[in-house]
Structure formats: structure tokens, C-alpha cells
């Protein structure tokens, strides 16, 4: 019996793998974000043309531990692009934004209005929106399908 | 110089994403995910010049995000640069000849609201 890899795309693993890698994108950046922006919040202002001090604000541990986080959240962009389309993947990983404001909110403190929380609500039902379309519009797939 | 950054951000995010998505297209769809496949796959992008101009537009992104965020707070940096969202829908309309429908647009159009309230 042939062995069918995890996430290969037959039956019910192929339904699974654009969110799963929708989520993979989201959490990436998201993780990678608040890193990158911790490890910056003690640092002064980077000067425009001075690539030194872009190297050691690389070397800061909280940005050698975004970096990482936002390559897997590259590579899962990457692998999401090779079967969906960029009008779906684009807007479907923007909750991401979503996520970074209240991960803000409760990690770094950062101010959360009432207009930031309606804010939420209108990305969350774009995204949903988009969501209700099927991801690739080629490959003689029906268009406009619901799933 | 903050919104001169979020325009730099926002041109060189939608322009690698519209030519990673061109790239990868052209290298086919993903089917393997087992890790040692990865090396194969790296590969075939590294002969790829749509990705390799992808990744320079991403490292200029990389780099004024990172300016950005030395002098903003990550909740304006990071919804700042959603433009990006709507601005790459419209690209692949008409650069990827995706088909756009109502659907996708009004969502497009409902994040783009939402990230200029993120903002206020």
C-alpha cells in the first residue's frame, strides 16, 4: 500500500492544508512581530543610511528570535502561493492584524480603543468574506463555489 | 518620515508578494511537505528570477520595517502597512489575471477600512 505524506493533497488532507497553512503564515508573522518589536523598543531611532546599525539591531536576541518565526511564516506564504491565489491569500492573512492588536494589548501594553475593537470587527468579516470564495480560481475548479 | 516608510513598506510587501506568487506558480503546486523535501524545493526558487527579485523587494521591506518600528509603536507599524492588502488585490487582478469577485473586493475593501480605523 502506497504511504501518502502528511498534508498530501488527496481527500480530506487537501481541505485541511490552506488553512492550516493560513494559520502557520498568521501565527509566523505574529510571533515574529512582537519579537522584532521588543527587541526594538530599547533602541533608538535607526538612521536611514547606516547599514552597522542594522546589522546589530539583528544581533539583539529578540530580533535573532523573530527572524526565524518570520521565515517560517515566509516559507508557508511561499508554499500557500504555489496553489492559491494572491487575492485570497492576502486579505484571508490579514486577521493577522487582528491578532497583532490585541497580542499589543496584552503583551506589550499598547492601547486598545473602542475604534481598534470595531477596527477588528470589520478586518475579522473581510476576512471571512474572502474566506467563503475557494482559494485558486485556476485549474478548472468552479469559481465562486462555496465550501 | 513615518508615512514615507509606510509607503516604501507597502510598495516593496506588494511587490514581492505579486512576484513570489508569479514564481511559484510558475514552479508548480506543492504537493510533498515532508521536511527533507525542502532542500529540493529552496533549490528550484533559487533558479527562479521572479523569486530572487521577490526577496530583494522583501529585504527592503524587511529593513524600513525594522526602521519603523525604532520609532513607532508595533500597533501603528503593523496596521499601517495593510494597505498593502487591498493594493495587491488589484495587482493580481490585473498583473496575475486572477479572477476578482464581489466577494473578494468587498473584503478587500472591508480590511482596508478596518486598518484605517486600526490607526485613529
Redesign the interface.
Same mark, same amino acid.
Given at each position: 500500500m502506497t504511504k501518502v505524506? &502528511?498534508?498530501?493533497?488527496t481527500g480530506s488532507s487537501q481541505n485541511l492544508r490552506t488553512p492550516l497553512f493560513v494559520a502557520i503564515v498568521v501565527c509566523g508573522n505574529l510571533a515574529g512581530?512582537?519579537l522584532?518589536?521588543a527587541g526594538?523598543s530599547g533602541?533608538?531611532?535607526?538612521p #536611514?543610511l547606516a547599514p552597522t546599525a +542594522?546589522l546589530q539591531?539583528l544581533l539583539n536576541p529578540w $530580533?535573532l528570535l523573530g527572524v526565524p518565526l518570520?521565515i517560517v511564516g515566509?516559507?508557508a506564504?511561499?508554499?500557500l502561493?504555489?496553489?492559491a491565489?494572491?487575492? +485570497?491569500?492576502?486579505?484571508v492573512?490579514?486577521i493577522g +492584524?487582528v491578532l *497583532?492588536?490585541v497580542a499589543?494589548?496584552l503583551f506589550?501594553h499598547?492601547?486598545?480603543?473602542m475604534?481598534?475593537w470595531?477596527? $477588528?470587527?470589520?478586518? *475579522?468579516?473581510?476576512? #471571512? &468574506? $474572502?474566506?467563503? *470564495?475557494v482559494p485558486s *480560481?485556476?485549474g478548472g475548479e468552479i +469559481?465562486?463555489a462555496r465550501r | 518620515m513615518k508615512w514615507a516608510m509606510v509607503a516604501v513598506i507597502a510598495a516593496s510587501s506588494a511587490l514581492a508578494?505579486?512576484l513570489?506568487?508569479a514564481?511559484?506558480?510558475e514552479?508548480?503546486?506543492?504537493?510533498? /511537505?515532508?521536511v527533507w523535501m525542502?532542500g529540493g524545493h529552496l533549490a528550484r %526558487?533559487m533558479r527562479n528570477r521572479n523569486m530572487l527579485a521577490s526577496m530583494g523587494s %522583501?529585504a527592503v521591506s /524587511? /529593513?524600513v /520595517?525594522?526602521?519603523l518600528?525604532?520609532?513607532s509603536?508595533?500597533?501603528f507599524?503593523?496596521?499601517a502597512t495593510?494597505a498593502?492588502?487591498v493594493l495587491?488585490?488589484i %495587482?493580481?487582478?490585473y498583473f %496575475?489575471n486572477?479572477?476578482?469577485?464581489w466577494?473578494?473586493w468587498?473584503?478587500?475593501?472591508? !480590511?482596508?477600512?478596518? !486598518?484605517?480605523?486600526?490607526m485613529?
Open positions: 505524506p &502528511l498534508l498530501h493533497p512581530n512582537v522584532l518589536r526594538m533602541s533608538t531611532a535607526l #536611514a +542594522y539591531a $530580533v518570520l515566509l516559507a506564504q511561499l508554499a502561493f504555489s496553489w491565489d494572491l487575492s +485570497y491569500v492576502a486579505p492573512t490579514s +492584524y *497583532t492588536a499589543g494589548r506589550l499598547e492601547p486598545l480603543s475604534t481598534r470595531a477596527a $477588528v470587527f470589520l478586518i *475579522t468579516a473581510g476576512v #471571512a &468574506l $474572502v474566506s467563503s *470564495t *480560481t485556476a +469559481y465562486g | 508578494d505579486v513570489q506568487s514564481g511559484m506558480k514552479q508548480g503546486e506543492i504537493h510533498d /511537505f515532508r525542502a %526558487l %522583501l /524587511f /529593513f /520595517f525594522l526602521a518600528i525604532s520609532i509603536e508595533l500597533s507599524a503593523v496596521p495593510a498593502t492588502y495587491e488585490t %495587482l493580481a487582478k %496575475l486572477e479572477h476578482v469577485d466577494r473578494r468587498a473584503g478587500a475593501t472591508l !480590511v482596508a477600512g478596518g !486598518v484605517a480605523m486600526l485613529l
